[in-house]
């Protein structure tokens, strides 16, 4: 059998490499039956065998790869559908995948004389491919198909790509089979794209992403793990209890890894999600923030000192809000319209009282961007001020009254209730023009509204006063003590007689009051209103 391997004729073709293994096998064969010529030659055609398939699996491999070279390459995203075509009898699934995640990096995807008809027919090529080879990609493939999802939503404002309901439910179906698969970047990448595309993923699914990503944070990646809890808290999936532990114990692991965008992505998450973070944690992450605010975006510093406010129980480092103030004034040039309202709002609501400076920065800026405001917007700006013991400049207050007076019918209950409040507050004339419909009021809201038409000298028209005394009939089991107080007090000063249920209501919280503490400010201002009459007795 040596002999035999040793002739030039049986060994043409065959590399040396090749000789070794079959020399192993020889030798490893010893001591079974001798095998005859035959045998021999089966075994080295075998070999040869597997050497070819290998090779041309390796070329195979190689075209794909250069495919995707050619892809990832293409300058526009009409060079990459057309490519497409080109190689179609090629394509492997990657090679699909990747043609969609080039079309959505390229901004703009196509060229202004593009055709949208020969876009359109290249697409539901390209989106019937992907149909074809969904069920054989992998959990990596699937998230890069759903984030480009996302971010052709974000790039298409023509709106020229669009994806079908069959795709879509197909993805997201095999999201749910591959989920398990999943690390905590392919995670976000697929929780991102569902962020961006106008429908959220079943509740199911999220649940499946949220158990996969508590698998995950074993040794988590700093940026994809506050992407992670950023996708969660913007789709208003309510994590568990347990999640929020594992996941605030993973963030500050890695908290000294952590980049600015990923602090106030997981402040926000937090806030928004309305979870309190472990005075540990919080702590630690503020002091983090410290040490990078140079490195904060203009919207990461609203979105800092926003989610700091959310978090009553816990106090803010002042040497942090003082930070944020110093950083902000440097950059309100970039700050858009719901920035400052954001940033104004906390700094009423903790009740950190910013220089002049500042205060006068930020209501300059606001008039720059006076078109860019929502009513809820104008009305929190307000407040703000108002909380902030600081009246506004006179070109803002005008610029405001006027988009009061353009968008009445858009404001909000707790929009017009916030505006009349921060009148009274301010001492400020109430100008004929800004009168509101009632609205559908919550509770709170009508006893902010009674006692700021009672500041006013001008009376109140007739119908508000009967509406607003309607309301405080079916959200009086709803009032706390304090918008009891304010409502009897403004009742009293509008001369109006207060609801008999109402008023008994007040009697039987009040007694509540003063059987378990002293009486304050509060206790004191409604017993001042009511020595007035004796009837409410």
């Known amino acids: 059998f040596i002999g035999c391997l040793s002739s030039r004729s049986t060994l043409r073709g065959v590399n040396g490499r090749t000789v070794r293994r079959v020399n192993y096998r020889v030798k490893s064969s ?41 892809l990832q390459s293409a300058s526009s995203g009409i060079e990459a559908l057309e490519l497409l075509e080109v190689v179609d009898e090629r394509l492997s699934p990657i090679n699909v995948v990747t043609c969609l995640h080039t079309i959505a990096k390229r901004e703009p995807m196509f060229p202004k004389e593009t055709h949208t008809a020969k876009v359109q027919d290249q697409w539901n090529f390209l989106s019937s491919r992907l149909e074809a080879c969904l069920s054989s990609l992998d959990a990596r493939g699937v998230a890069t198909m759903i984030w480009a999802f996302g971010k052709l939503q974000v790039n298409d404002s023509e709106n020229q790509l669009r994806i079908s309901d069959s795709l879509y439910r197909q993805v997201s179906e095999r999201a749910q089979q591959v989920v398990t698969e999943c ?31 508590c698998r995950c944070l074993k040794h988590p990646n700093s940026h994809s793990l506050s992407n992670v809890l950023w996708a969660f808290a913007t789709l208003r999936h309510d994590l568990q209890a347990g999640s929020f532990e594992l996941i605030e114990e993973a963030a500050y692991d890695v908290l000294n890894s952590f980049n600015s965008q990923d602090i106030s992505n997981t402040l926000w998450a937090f806030a928004q999600l309305e979870h309190h973070p472990s005075q540990k944690f919080y702590t630690s992450i503020q002091n983090s923030a410290i040490s990078k605010l140079d490195d904060f ?29 110093k950083r902000s004034i440097r950059r309100l040039g970039k700050f858009s319209a719901q920035a400052l309202t954001n940033t104004l709002w906390a700094f009423g609501t903790i009740r950190h009282l910013p220089n002049i400076k500042f205060l006068r920065a930020v209501q300059l800026r606001s008039t720059a961007v006076i078109h860019q405001f929502t009513p809820q917007g104008i009305a929190v700006i307000m407040w703000s001020l108002a909380q902030l013991g600081e009246s506004p400049v006179e070109v803002l207050l005008e610029d405001m009254q006027s988009r009061v007076v353009k968008t009445a019918d858009e404001f909000s209950p707790q929009a017009i209730s916030m505006i009349l409040w921060s009148y009274s507050k301010m001492e400020l004339k109430m100008p004929k023009e800004l009168q509101f419909a009632l609205g559908e009021f919550r509770a709170a809201d009508t006893g902010n509204t009674f006692w700021a038409l009672s500041k006013f000298d001008a009376y109140p028209r007739p119908r508000v006063l009967n509406a607003l005394k309607g309301k405080v009939l079916t959200c009086h089991d709803r009032l706390n003590l304090q918008a009891t107080v304010n409502i009897l007090w403004a009742m009293k000063k509008l001369g109006q007689h207060p609801v008999g249920r109402f008023t008994q209501q007040a009697k039987d919280r009040l007694q509540k009051k003063l059987s378990h503490d002293s009486p304050d400010n509060m206790t004191q201002t409604l017993i001042n209103a009511w020595e007035l009459e004796d009837e409410l007795w």
């Open 30 to 70: 010893i001591p079974m039956a001798p095998q005859g010529k035959n045998s021999d030659l089966r075994e080295i055609s075998a070999i040869r065998s597997r050497e070819n398939v290998g090779n041309y699996v390796k070329a195979k491999n190689r075209k794909k790869i250069g495919i995707n070279q050619k």
């Open 183 to 213: 690390n905590l970047r392919s995670l976000a990448s697929m929780l991102w794209g569902f962020v961006q595309l106008d429908s959220s993923p079943s509740e199911e699914l999220l649940k499946k992403l949220e158990l996969q990503a």
């Open 297 to 325: 975006s203009p919207q990461g510093l609203s979105n800092l000192v926003w989610s700091m406010a959310k978090f009553h129980s816990l106090q803010p480092e002042p040497r942090l809000l003082d930070g944020i103030e």
